[in-house]
């Protein structure tokens, strides 16, 4: 028994001071390639709309959800980038503004929206471009009239406010470089947006 311990005793200070020498070694050189390459698979797993498949938690108030994949239509995908998939798809129209109101600000993608809510764009010069959501919440307009949406000419970057029957409204302050509207108003919002467009 004593000759065990000893044995034990004396094994110890080898083994702390042979993990420390590691652990000094090992510790400097992760710290310094993990932060990184962390960061950029982060940012990019995000932005790629990672966040807006997991997100859970939230309601699709409205309770019906788009289902027909990429067959074109005015109440396709809502929630979703329009303008970024129509840039590189064939046959799709070319909007200028684009995007779903929602009755909370978190809601799912290809949740449909909030209909006949006032979408009013105003441009760099000051001219107003007034829209109206459909009967999934989408609203759009570009160089030409389609399916429903009308034809606009602004010039960004926009600033925009919607008014929701009953005297509701909600404004964004800040001018954006793009019209396509959800790729910030996703589920939980990107690039500091509250979330989805709403007027709650
Ligand atoms: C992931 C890709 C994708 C997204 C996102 C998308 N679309 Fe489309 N859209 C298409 C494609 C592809 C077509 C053309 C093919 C077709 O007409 O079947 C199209 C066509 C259309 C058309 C023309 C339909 C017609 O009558 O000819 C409208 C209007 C439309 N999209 C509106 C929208 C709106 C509004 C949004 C956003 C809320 C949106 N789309 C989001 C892929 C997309
Ligand atoms: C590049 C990102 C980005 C884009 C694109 C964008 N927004 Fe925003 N939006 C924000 C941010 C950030 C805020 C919150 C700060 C502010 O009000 O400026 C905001 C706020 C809002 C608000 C007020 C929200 C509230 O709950 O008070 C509305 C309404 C809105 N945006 C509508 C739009 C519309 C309509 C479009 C498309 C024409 C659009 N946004 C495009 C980032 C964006």
Redesign the pocket.
């Known amino acids: 028994m004593l000759g065990v311990r000893s044995v034990a005793w004396s094994t110890l200070p080898l083994a702390s001071i042979l993990a420390a020498a590691l652990a000094a070694c090992g510790g400097g050189s992760t710290s310094g390639v993990g932060s990184d390459p962390d960061g950029g698979a982060d940012a990019s797993a995000t932005d790629d709309g990672g966040g807006e498949g997991g997100g859970g938690g939230t309601v699709c108030t409205s309770g019906k959800t788009w289902t027909r994949g990429t067959i074109g239509s005015e109440i396709m995908r809502p929630g979703d980038t329009c303008i970024t998939c129509h840039k590189t798809a064939n046959g799709a129209p070319e909007f200028l ?3 779903t ?1 929602y009755p909370t ?1 978190h809601e799912p993608l290809l949740c449909n929206g909030l209909t006949a809510i006032t ?1 009013t ?1 105003t441009d760099a010069k000051g001219a107003q471009t007034v ?1 109206k959501s459909n009967s999934v919440g989408n ?1 759009a307009c570009g160089p030409v009239a389609r399916s429903g949406f009308p034809a606009c000419n602004p010039t960004f970057p ?5 008014d929701a029957p009953g005297g509701k409204t ?16 996703t589920e939980a ?7 989805r ?4």
């Open positions: 503004i684009a995007g109101v600000r979408v764009i829209l609203f926009v600033s925009a406010r919607v909600a404004s964004m302050i800040d001018a954006q470089m793009t019209g396509d509207c959800n790729t910030c108003h919002g990107l690039n500091n947006a509250p979330g467009i709403s007027a709650q």
